[in-house]
Nanobody, 128 residues
Framework: QLQLVESGGGLVQPGGSLRLSCVVHGFSLNYYAIGWFRQAPGKEREGVSC????????DYADSVKGRFTISRDISENTVYLQMNNLKSEDTAIYYCAADVFAVEAECHLGPIDEYKYWGQGAQVTVSS
């Protein structure tokens, strides 16, 4: 059974850091690209970052470039999202998801319909 489980969310002050983890069960990270998405109250879900199944390609939304870093540990079947210099506008529920259509060297932050398997989400709140 394919399953993704996020952890690492929480409350942090502006300027602080958090690291989200996405543990993948039922398939290898070598098969699918993994993306991080977020959804704030009253807003649509948006792509934040992704990493290809080869691990050699990453992409970031403009709003997080230079602050967030995606990485993965194949041995742990885990994808990480390191978030630094957090801002109040980063407050959202963060989801990881598997893209079943991306080829080996690609990852895409959209269309979101390419992502067929989703985790349950992790709340990130940035507030003083």
């Amino acid at each position: 059974q394919l399953q993704l489980v996020e952890s690492g969310g929480g409350l942090v002050q502006p300027g602080g850091s958090l690291r989200l983890s996405c543990v993948v069960h039922g398939f290898s990270l070598n098969y699918y690209a993994i993306g991080w998405f977020r959804q704030a109250p009253g807003k649509e879900r948006e792509g934040v970052s992704c990493i290809s199944s080869s691990g050699g390609t990453t992409d970031y939304a403009d709003s997080v470039k230079g602050r967030f870093t995606i990485s993965r540990d194949i041995s742990e079947n885990t994808v990480y999202l390191q978030m630094n210099n957090l801002k109040s506008e980063d407050t959202a529920i963060y989801y990881c998801a598997a893209d079943v259509f991306a080829v080996e060297a690609e990852c895409h932050l959209g269309p979101i319909d390419e992502y067929k398997y989703w985790g349950q989400g992790a709340q990130v709140t940035v507030s003083s």
